[in-house]
């Protein structure tokens, strides 16, 4: 197998010849057609996030399942299955019997603390992979594994307010806004500084209003959602929600939040945060996904090349989302 690896942090990735992987008992071997690139991702490669192993990224896999360890049930070889970034969890801690699996103390993560799908394959637990049936392309759906189930999980938490607002028009506000849309809502989005591209894109997509993230909208918003890793930003959500409204910060990493004035927070407006996804998570959201009618932009990228769209990533050089081929 082929596999683009993270030895260390803040290093380019690099190409490796490995041998093929095995699956354990629990576990199906994938052939990987598509991985999206995420900004968490670029999190894992950059050093924002802690680890002590080289690690092969990539946590949005569409494949087929090639081979299958011992006690498996419910795929078949050949299948077309979908891996995301919960890759494993313990069971039995308090989240997880609490219906909190997002949150539990001994989980595992693909692309992060078991290796990823920025690679001809990889190996899962299959109890944390999902059929993904026949329509639409691979590469399309990759971006839905993680921007789509993480913006799911932000836009269920930023309550049922009309009015909603989103920081950062990347892989995962392109596919809630397309939600957001379907549900009756009305999209706000907020761009990096003079990126008409991505107001335009938002625009395309049905928002009903596009700037940048320094300007008020035009009315008070009942939700927002930060996806872009600017705790900067914080403020600026706060202060463009009304009484009550909530913000949501939707990435696994953030520069500091900067002091603001008690008063953007008072009456009653909350801040929170999202964390990782539960198996539920997916489930629902891989049914609303095609009823909502929602495709994704992409550009697509050989495997060789993780390094180039992880660049293009970083400095906002597309729009939608990125997705390697191998
Ligand atoms: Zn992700
Ligand atoms: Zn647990």
Redesign the pocket.
């Given at each position: 197998m082929r596999a683009m690896v993270s030895r260390r942090p803040s290093e380019p990735l690099i190409l490796e010849e490995r041998p093929d992987l095995q699956p354990g008992p629990g576990e199906v071997r994938v052939r990987v057609s598509a991985c999206g690139v995420?900004?968490?991702?670029l999190h894992v490669v950059d050093g924002d996030l802690a680890r002590d192993r080289a690690v092969v990224p990539g946590?949005?896999i569409v494949g087929v399942v090639d081979a299958i360890g011992a006690g498996v049930a419910g795929f078949t070889p050949g299948q077309r299955v979908g891996v995301p970034?919960l890759g494993h969890t313990c069971g039995h801690c308090a989240y997880c019997r609490s219906g909190r699996e997002n949150l539990c103390d001994a989980p595992l993560f693909t692309g992060y603390t078991r290796d990823g799908g920025f690679a001809s394959h990889v190996v899962a637990d299959a109890a944390y992979c999902f059929a993904l049936g026949e329509a639409g392309d691979d590469a399309h759906l990759a971006p839905l594994l993680?921007?789509g189930l993480?913006g799911w999980r932000a836009l269920r938490m930023a309550g049922e307010g009309r009015d909603l607002g989103l920081y950062g028009f990347g892989a995962a506000a392109h596919i809630v806004a397309q939600v957001a849309r379907w549900q009756g809502r009305r999209v706000f989005a907020f761009t990096r500084v003079g990126d008409e591209a991505a107001q335009a894109f938002a625009r395309s997509l049905g928002a009903a209003w596009a700037g940048d993230s320094t300007m008020a909208p035009p009315e008070p918003l009942d939700a927002a959602i930060i996806f872009a890793p600017s705790g900067a930003l914080v403020p600026l959500a706060l202060r463009a929600v009304k009484k009550g409204g909530r913000v949501v910060c939707g990435g696994?990493h953030m520069s500091d939040i900067p002091s603001f004035p008690y008063l953007l927070l008072w009456e009653e407006r909350q801040l929170i945060s999202v964390a990782n996804l539960t198996r539920r998570d997916a489930v629902e959201f891989l049914a609303v996904a095609p009823r909502a009618g929602v495709t994704t932009e992409i550009t697509r990228y050989p495997l060789d090349q993780a390094n180039a769209a992880l660049d293009d990533l970083r400095a906002g050089r597309f729009t939608g989302a990125a997705v390697l081929v191998p």
């Open positions: 995420c900004r968490t991702d946590h949005e970034w993680c921007a993480i696994i």
